[in-house]
């Protein structure tokens, strides 16, 4: 049977109920655009799908690469439903029902967090934007003041407030990723917001929010967690060393989380959601045509996007009412991956010729070859090697990414070795699939088979 066979069949029946509710409207004839010309519709979907086939297996826990997979079923069957009819959830006129459910949607990731209402969130394109917004907010409420972030953080703070024309502070870090409360607090004058990142999308590694709140609340500063990559983990912070920083995420002033990362979304979905929700009136503006038909709150009353699709909501407000934002829910699949990325550290930490360069708070691991002269400029060729190798391998290989630290760092970890280039190659490994799980001690066989050991 095709891999795909029994959701067409849900999908095919969904439509022709569409279908029976487009036609109490009254029948038309396929004009223009919706004149359907099958043939060269068919021909075109067949060049297509050639196209497809040259990307990586996305699909498969063979990819341990970059933060990439496919949605979740429910989610691709109901974001396509959705697009027949095309919502857009900018106003209430554009999609009356997605836009309820994306209301929906937003209660349940408020819910999450810990947010007490009244609150203020909504779905976006993706973090970019949500973090866009979120700075824009910043600004307004603490005009002429610095965002700071890590040097760990996402570039998008930094892009964004060039953007924005907002001052940004980066924040020092130890080798460990720790930031410099000193620095912080010694630059508190000039920050307004600082930029908290609860699951770092080179490391996963969650920043200490329960440190760094204190020094926030006594200096005035704002504090927006970034938890794009890391947010959905809350549902399972007993199982999380991390756990001190995740019971505060309630205390942030302004939140990311991405759907399309960890909840099993298309891309694109984000979510930002504000604590105070008076900070909507600086959305505020006027439109001559599009916020008449209710007295409603319309989203895009509250958001700096203005078109939005309606279907990344049908999505992920079926996806979660698959599985919903619990522990047993939709954290059973991030427990996958967490399980899966212990799995494997474990076997990378105990094989000889391969060192753990840190320990994964998350689903990323980081690690690294050791060439026998303890060299940068070995470490890094032996790395880069080893990557290609396993793509080259194709259907029998596997696929990592890499990653880059400076030198600097690195040998204040590992003191063996010698800085005779300015950066250590690394490699990394993204266990985001639940597949995962069954599969970490395979995937490291296959890496230590290629890599000779």
């Known amino acids: 049977m095709n891999h795909f066979e029994p959701y067409l069949t849900l999908l095919q029946k969904q439509l022709n109920e569409l279908d029976r509710w487009r036609q109490t409207y009254g029948k038309t004839d396929a004009t223009g655009s919706s004149n359907a010309r099958e043939e060269e519709i068919r021909e075109v979907l067949r060049q297509l799908t050639d196209k497809l086939k040259g990307n990586y297996p996305f699909h498969h826990p063979r990819y341990a690469g970059q933060m990439l997979k496919p949605p979740h079923p429910v989610a691709w069957l109901a974001y396509t439903l959705a697009m027949t009819v095309n919502p857009n959830n900018h106003a209430l006129d554009g999609g009356p029902p997605t836009s309820a459910l994306e209301k929906e949607c937003i209660n349940k990731l408020a819910g999450m967090i ?11 394109s993706g973090g970019t934007i949500a973090n866009l917004e979120a700075l824009f907010v910043a600004r307004e409420l603490h005009p002429g003041k610095a965002v700071a972030a890590t040097a760990n953080a996402h570039y998008t703070h930094q892009r964004m407030c060039k953007l924005l024309n907002i001052p940004f ?25 600082l930029v908290v990142t609860l699951g770092t999308t080179g490391t996963g590694t969650v920043e200490p929010l329960a440190g760094l709140l204190p020094l926030c609340r006594e200096a005035g500063i704002r504090i927006h967690a970034d938890a794009a990559y890391g947010g959905f983990f809350k549902l399972l912070e007993d199982e999380l060393p991390s756990k001190p920083h995740w019971q505060l995420l309630n205390q942030c002033d302004s939140v990311v989380i991405d759907p399309h990362k960890h909840g099993l979304q298309p891309y694109g979905c984000g979510s930002v959601l504000y604590k105070d929700p008076a900070v909507g009136a600086f959305f505020k503006h006027d439109s001559p ?12 009353e509250i958001s700096l996007e203005c078109s939005r699709a309606g279907a990344s909501a049908a999505a992920l407000w079926a996806t979660l009412e698959l599985l919903p934002l619990t522990a047993e829910g939709l954290g059973s699949i991030l427990h996958s991956a967490l399980t899966a990325a212990r799995v494997f550290s474990k076997r990378i930490a105990e094989k000889p010729g391969f060192t753990l360069y840190m320990r994964p708070e998350l689903d990323i691991v980081t690690w690294f070859r050791d060439p026998p002269d303890k060299s940068l400029s070995s470490l890094n060729t032996y790395n880069k090697e080893l990557f290609q190798k396993g793509m080259d391998l194709n259907k029998e290989g596997f696929f990592l990414s890499l990653f880059t630290v400076p030198a600097e760092q690195f040998t204040t970890l590992f003191p063996g070795y010698s800085a005779d280039e300015e950066k250590a190659v690394l490699l990394r490994s993204v266990f985001m699939k639940q597949e995962h799980e069954e599969w970490a001690d395979t995937l490291a066989e296959l890496i230590f088979s290629a890599a000779g050991l």
């Open 289 to 300: 045509y599009t916020y008449f038909t209710s007295d409603e709150l319309h989203l895009g």
């Open 114 to 124: 810990g947010y007490d209402t009244p609150f203020l969130g909504h779905l976006t």
């Open 169 to 193: 502070i980066r924040i020092p870090v130890n080798p460990e990723g720790v930031p410099d409360l000193a620095f912080i607090r010694n630059q508190s004058s000039r920050i307004g917001t």
